[in-house]
Structures are given as C-alpha cells and as structure tokens.
C-alpha cells in the first residue's frame, strides 16, 4: 500500500446556496504518491446500526492533477472511486444532496446545514488514520458548532482532526441556532438549539447541566476537553452519540406536560451516558470501524439496553425525576415488554446480531418475532443490577460492572472480546451467572419483574381501564397511586391499526391473538358486526361498548380493493394500565434496597411502621 506520509485530507465544505439543499465538496490532497488511488465513502455510521449507502446522495465526482487537469475517475463500487494520479497535489470535487433530517443524516436549508460526517467526507486509500483540516463556507451571520478542535488560526469556520474517524464522528451543525454554554469540572459545554417548540430554553439547558454533573459524578470525570449538544426541535425524535458530542431530534410539543418532557430529558441523558458505555466501553467489534460493511456484536442489549436503563435512572439519582415518574416510566417499559409476543421468540443476543436486518426495518410481522434490545435489554438491565446488589448484600450493583469495564478497558481506549462481560458481571456479582444470560440474554424465558421488584418492596398493577365503562372515578389515594380495581374484561380483536386517509388499515394482527390469520396487514376496516367504522377511534369504542370477549363477530374489510367478510371471535384486551406501587408495610431489607437503588429513603411513615 502506498505510504502517504505527509499526506493530509483537506476538505472544505460549502453551504452557501442553501436554498438548493446541496453542499459542495472539495478535498485537496497534498503530497500524494503517484499510482492509483481510491476514495471511499461509508455505508454506515457509528451508533446507527443501519446500511444506509449514503453515496446515492453523491453527485458530479470528479478528479484533477497537480496542473488543473481533470483525472480519468472510474467508480468501481458503490460507494468507492478509483482515480490514477502523476504524484504531488491532486483535487476531488463533488456534491452532496442534503435534505433528510433526522440524526444520521443531512439536512440543509435556509435556516441551517447539518451533517453527520459519514454522509459528506469520502476517505482515501483506506487510509482512516490520515489527519483532517475542515473549513466551512456558510451565509453571511451564520455560525458553526462542533465536537471537533477550532484550527489553531482559526475563525470559528475552520476545524481540525487528528484522523478520519474523528472527523466524522463530530457531527455539524451551522447555521443561525441559539447557542448557550455552560461549564462542569472546569470544561466547556455547548448547547446548540435548532428550532423551536413549547420547549424552554432556559430549563432544556440547565437540565442538561445537571444530567452532565449526575454522569459526570457517576464515572469520576469527564473524558474530554470540550463538548457540544445538538439539540433539533422539528417533528421527529432520536439521537445519535459521538465520543464528544451527541445529536438529539426532539418532536417540538413534547416539552409539556412533564409526563412528556421526561422522556426529552431521558434522550438527552441515553445520549450522554453512550459517552462512556458504547464510544469507551464497547466490544472490539465497535471500533476501529470497517466503515464499507455491517460489523457484528451479540452486546447491543448491553450498550444500548444498559445505556437506557441508566439514563432513568440517573435521572431519578440526579433530581431530575421524582421516584413516581420514575416507576412510572418503568412501568410503561413493562407494558410495552409484555404487550410483544416476539419476547418468546427472539433473544436479547440474537436481537443485537440481526440489528442490521431487523430492528431499523420493522415490518407488519415485526412485533410477533422480534425483541428491541433496547427495551428488554433495560428491564435485564434492571434484573442484574438488583441480582448484584442481592448477591453482595447491597455491597456492589451494576454500577461497578460499568465501572470495572471502563476502568479495565474504557480508559485504555481499548475493546473488550465479547466473553468479557459475562466476566465483568461475575466478577462483581462473586460468582458464576451463567443460567441468568442462558435464560434471559441467549433464551426467551420471560423476565420475573414481579419477584425483582418485590425485593425492593415494589408491586406491579396490571389493569385494565375502560373510559367507556360506567363507574364513579376513583381518587387517588394519598400517595398518588389510582384505583387497584380493573373494570370488567374488554373485547379485543388482537391488532394494531394506522390511518390511511383517515380509514382505519391493519398495521399488525398479534400472533398468538383473535385475528391471526384472519385479519391480514393492509386489510382496511370498513364495518364490525355490521356497524360502519369510520376511523380507529370508533372501532375501539364499539369493541368497549357493544361486545364481550369470546363472542364471534363479522369483520367487514376491503383486501387489495376487495370486499371481504371474515369471523373473528374476540378475545380478551391485555391490560391497558400498568402502575408501579409501593407495598404497605416492606421488610427492612426491602426498604434497604429500595433506598440504596433508588437514592431516596422510603417514606416515614411506611417505613416506620414496617420496623415497629
């Protein structure tokens, strides 16, 4: 391989037409050795475990020589160029579409540019490890935010990084976005805000503050010099980690009520904890990447699944949630867990493997054959951790397992092989739990939340709440907990629906479940036992009110532009209402765990009278 030794990518990045949503690419490579070279441009990007052959967005490549001459530039793949060169300079143009916004992607208009660097920066001769200089050609009164280091002469548009795979693990953002810094342990934090909701600004960035400050106690420091928060507020949501900053997509009304803003802080805590569990604790699968194909590890349940388990969490430790929203978003996990017949088919391990294939290409079938790791892979999260803690009489948790891992391989900058977590687990826990990741990482045996959470004097409600069933409503008793009582049982069909034009479609029927094999994906509904249905919201209210579980109705549908009828007999509807619950009198070894877990005492008076 040719040697390149003073070879250094230099890439400037215009974005002045923004109207057009095109940014225009030119790399200068100075020094190069004669002979023929490849530019390659990845089909992936780290942390989006998704082929998204970003070079169909490329367009207009082309080649010159050290004299202006254009080079014979032949594209021999996909995503690779090769380009034959006389050696010193040589320069590459081309362009980029930019117009899909969301985390991993680019998005260019007339209020801002962002890009994920995958998507923009093509990399020569394999060669990752190449040092990179960026400059940034924006509007007049537009300005730049970024992980990477400002360039030593610099204006606030000029970045340099140390290698390819810095460069495009520091996403941008430029534009006219609000910015807001703050500092923790004497480092420097920017928040950049694009777009605009019910959101306070003020709160989002002192919340994000207090997020930082809670990890940052969590881990014993912060691994960086600077940091920078990207934070969309448009019509979407998700987030995406680098190993000094994060981009975070908020849907722009979900700032109030609280029940909703919770989950924007949740995103924004995920995001930063992956500062530590994925872009420094990881399998050596993650990283170096091979950025041309999928890479493989059976550990996402642990970097993702583990990485949302602690970002409640650490809320809840931090101050940010209270110990009720807390079980409350837990208990919304476990709804969504139960509600999922894939649990019984896919495994956490298996899950994580076929991430490429499954989890970001979800299909009508989806629900009934797979698992999220993300999902799962919290709530075993939940179980280790308190096996732990059970194991070593409150002595250790799963936070030394984190701990342990970046301290052993974290700090090192190294990966882990993929036995070494078993072992890390063990290590803390103090002996072998090897059943624990047979039954509920590599099997499908369903997890025992009601024995794990009863260990800290906790009970699950599962109940069934039907708006249409007459009763008076409830009060809340002191603690804030509703009615223990389900009303009586609701008829259920076993579907999920989506709107199409307003008519309700069938999106998915449940396997087990009333309409399996009955009722296909794309069926639209059109009438239920000879009642016109307009939309979902009058199938679900002549379910509730006007029929029982076990009783066979017709289903009136129109498949592929035909009219079918076809009997189902109904079921019964799972529990729609799942709510977390202090038990009345814990022992003190509950009380213990729970306060040691959750970083609250148990309240006074029940705990008073469960050590009277």
Known sequence: MTSLPTTVLRYTVDCRQPATHVLRVRLVLEDLDPGPHTLTLPVWTPGSYEVKDYARHLFDVRAFGPDGRPLALEKTRKNVWRFDHPGGSATVTYSVFAFELGVSSLHVDGTHAYWNGAGVFLFLDGRTDLPADLTIEAPPGWHVSTGLDPAPDGDGFRFRAPDY??????????????????????????VAIWGSGNQDDERLVADTRRIVETQAAFFGGLPYRHYTFIFHIADRGGGLEHLNSTTCAMPRHRFKPFKHYRHVLGLISHEFFHLWNVKRIHPEALGPFDYNQEVYTRLLWAMEGFTD????????RGGLLSVRDYLDVLAEDIKRYEGLPGRKVQSLSESSFD???????????SPNRTISYYLK????????DFEIRRRTRLAKSLDDVLRLLYDRYGRAGRGFPEHAYQDAVEEVAGGSLADFFARYIHGV???????????????????????????????????????????????????ETRSEDGRPVVATAYDPGPAAGLLYPGDEI??????????????????????EPGRTVTVAVFRRGRLELVDVTLGTAPPNQYRIKRVDTPTADQAALYEAWLAEPWPKAEASEARA
């Open 445 to 495: 045996d369903d997890l025992p939340l009601d024995l794990t959470l009863a260990e800290a004097g906790l009970r699950i409600l599962r109940l069934t709440k039907n708006p249409d069933h007459d009763r008076p409503e409830a009060e809340d008793d002191a603690d804030g907990d509703r009615d223990e009582v389900s009303d009586p049982p609701v008829a259920w069909l076993g579907i």
């Open 355 to 365: 991430t490429w294939i499954k989890l970001y290409k979800p299909d009508a079938d």
């Open 165 to 190: 795979d810095v460069l495009i693990d520091c996403p941008v953002e430029v534009g006219t976005h609000r910015r807001f810094t703050f500092d923790v342990d004497g480092k420097p934090h920017t």
């Open 377 to 384: 892979g919290g709530l075993v999260a939940l179980l280790l």
């Open 309 to 316: 388990y602690y970002a409640y969490l650490l809320l809840r």
């Open 526 to 547: 059109v009438a239920l036992a000879g009642d016109r249905i307009a939309d979902a919201k009058a199938l679900g209210e002549r379910l509730r009110i006007d029929h």
